[in-house]
């Protein structure tokens, strides 16, 4: 095996303070931006291109030459060309012998070729070291200048030392490189940028189903019926009073369904007495998208808060109120002071300010700014032990706005319950569940099978299961 002088060259540890030239395949959109921004950063950047015609959207300080040339006075070349293309390579196998070979590019389609276009790149240049990096940073945000988005630079690659000139390139770019292994994990790379918000379409389809729902439901029970029955057109309730029963139904069922999984997953832990066999998919699903499931309950938590807040200044109220006040002194009036009433519209008002406080406290701590400053204890207490307390108080809430209503006919027009009772459901199934889990018996023999205990041996032989530490 003869190795090409240029590369030893190329390869070899730069002494001085000038930065390695760096050459890039194809003057296309991605690749011209790349050179700016690298041109920026202090590299001298070559470009090789089928054509030798410089344009003036090419950066002046770069030189266009051949690839074979291009390469030749590089270490590190970036391939800014579509896979479709990539054939043209073979030829230049020998010169390309030993170099690094970026792979930017990205797909149509989720899984569009058998094989990642950085693994199919190193089979067509076996001589070459394949490093797949850039392909989520995109040509615009690489000119504009707005990286905030996509400032993380997913990295993978077999050579150790190829991958590590490739991320001192990334940092030197002002950009984060996450090493995320050998070239097998180039697949997952290329699928990423495809991926259209992924962990996001559970619960947000979720909650618009429910807000359909609910929305069908109150339509028929507050609108509908009261025109059938006493001739009263509240059509208008669909505008604010029927938003303002919807979202604080949607939010704590959300609320709810985000512990119902850690619950139903310590159940299956319990029955099958290890934690080394994987979770069904849909609860793994499930568990994988607690936080967005959470963030959703608050934003629709935050819509209730400006409902409520909007209150004393609607028409109708303003209406009712006065036509109350007017009708009791006509009628010379006065309802006594009632302690029970004022006590339990009091809690029921205390109790959704801090169940509201405690669910930002959450939102809060789920960002990853505040969740990286934390460590994996107060994380863990600040979700579980403060999670559950929210929970808690926001059922409370729902429960002493119900007060003695729950048993009055007048509750349940059509045979349907008002909405708050069903909103009840899930987070009532979770805290009892809980309640129940954290008997001393059966919390001991859960905390035992987290910490690797096996109740069944037939499972310790098994040990290539996956440990499913998610459930918290
Ligand atoms: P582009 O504007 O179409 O440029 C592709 C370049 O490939 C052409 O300008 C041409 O350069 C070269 N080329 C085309 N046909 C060729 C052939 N038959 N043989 C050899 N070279 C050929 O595409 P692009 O947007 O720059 O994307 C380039 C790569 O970067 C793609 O793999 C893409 O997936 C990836 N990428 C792009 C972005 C982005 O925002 N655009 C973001 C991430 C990754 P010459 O005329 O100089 O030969």
Redesign the pocket.
Known sequence: MTKNSSNIMALAPNTSNKRETVCIF??????RALGQKMIQSGYPVV?G???LRTSSLIPKEAEVLSHAEAAQKAAIIIM????Q?YD?LTPLAEILRGKVLVD???NLKINQYPESNAEYLAQLVPGAKVVKA??T????VLQSGTLDASRQVFVCGDDMEAKQMVMDIVHALGLTPLDQGSLLAAQEIENYPLQLFPMWKFPIFLSLGLTAFFFFYCLIRDVIYSYVYENKDFSFFLAISIPNRICPVVALILLGLVYLPGVLAAIVQLYRGTKYRRFPDWLDKWMLCRKQLGLVALAFAFLHVFYTLIIPIRYYVRWRTEDRIISKALNNKTDPFNNTNGWLSDSYLALGILGFFFFVLLGITSLPSVSNSVNWREFRFVQSKLGYLTLILCTAHTLVYGGKRFLSPSSYRWYLPNIYMLSLIVPCIVLVLKFVLIFPCLDKQLTQIRQGWERNPRYSEQSNYIINKSAV
Request: aromatic share 20%.
């Open positions: 194809g003057t296309g959109d991605f690749g470009f291109s089928r054509s800014a060309i579509q896979r293309h043209f930017v590019s990205n850039f392909n940073v995109s040509a615009w």
